[in-house]
């Protein structure tokens, strides 16, 4: 990885330093960063800061460009522009959105094949292995085949296999998709660990509640990023005003349910009659924020010459 332009106008920079002008350069992240596949945008001008001892969270649904961001971040798609701040390879730990792990090798075999693959030393290697084994809770799963784990365990194996070369950088996409509540509850604690320890930890993800956790969230929608900052600064941002209603049927054009209610946003501060207001919450500021870049696509195909 090296500082040069890529021959499509991207450019990736190694050891955290941006090369576009105005940013800080601490740390890893996006800069202004597109990525196109053919005509397709996949990622349009996304910015991400991702700090050591941090964890940052990309949050969106199916398509919303949450794969093409990490897989920028790490260097698997080159971007067509902007600029991506990251360490050298072999500081980078990824796991992907599919297992990451060797089905027919036992757990500590696949975690003693990465760390071979990162050529540690036999000593670091096995104290590694085991303070992995130990943190994962997967001491007793040591000599099973990894295509034999639940799903939860599979996760858990992947993200220590990640962890065993001890990287800068941790990238995880969706770690906790169609895992077990407890098994993402393992998971998070496990990656809070990471980040306690210094590393600088990227993840994305389709919850929202996960997404509050973070130090800092960029919501995407169609490879754009609606919103962007820490969730208390996101929730600070909601313009307007929130409230609750039980109703029926949809009450405003501007709500959405939650649980056996319906949530109304008023970007007037006027709620309807009968709606009582709440406190607005991260899960609601997420909600509003897509309604404001709806209304803005609006406005702006309203506003075309015909």
């Known amino acids: 990885m090296t500082g040069d332009d890529s021959p499509d106008g991207g450019r990736s920079v190694a050891g955290g330093q941006s090369g576009v ?12 960063v597109t990525v196109s596949y053919g005509r397709r945008i996949g990622l349009y001008d996304v910015s991400l800061d991702v700090l050591a001892g941090r964890v940052s969270v ?50 500590e075999e696949n975690l003693r094949f990465t760390a071979e693959a990162f050529h540690l030393a036999v000593p670091e290697r096995e104290a590694r292995i085991g303070r992995l084994l130990d943190r994962t809770g997967l001491v007793g799963a040591r000599r099973r085949l990894g295509g034999h784990l639940s799903g939860g365990m599979q ?5 220590a296999m990640a962890l065993v070369h001890a990287p800068q950088l941790l990238v995880l996409d969706e770690p906790t998709t169609g895992v077990d509540p407890l098994s993402r509850v393992d998971l998070w604690r496990l990656i809070s660990h990471a980040a306690s320890e210094g590393v600088a930890v990227a993840l994305s993800t389709t919850y929202v509640n996960e997404a509050a956790r973070a130090s800092s969230v960029v919501l995407l929608s169609a490879g754009r990023a609606l919103v962007g900052g820490s969730p208390e600064e996101i929730l600070a941002s909601v313009p307007g005003a929130v409230g609750s ?21 008023a970007p007037d501060g006027v709620l ?29 195909r309203d506003a075309r010459p015909w």
């Open 21 to 32: 002008g105005g940013q800080s350069g601490v740390g890893f992240g996006l800069d202004g």
């Open 245 to 265: 209603v039980a109703a029926s049927s949809r009450p405003t054009e501007r709500s959405w349910r939650r649980g056996a209610r319906w949530r109304v946003w």
């Open 272 to 300: 309807p009659d009968g709606v009582e207001t709440v406190v607005a919450d991260f899960e609601d500021a997420v909600m509003v924020a897509e309604m404001m870049s709806e209304m803005a696509m609006a406005s702006a």
């Open 155 to 159: 996760r858990k194996l992947a993200v």
């Open 58 to 107: 990309v949050v969106g649904g199916d398509g919303a460009g949450k794969t093409s961001c990490l897989s920028a971040l790490v260097g698997l798609v080159t971007p067509t522009r902007g600029a991506v701040r990251r360490p050298a390879k072999h500081l980078i730990g990824y796991v992907p959105a599919t297992a990451g792990l060797y089905g027919d090798l036992t757990v």
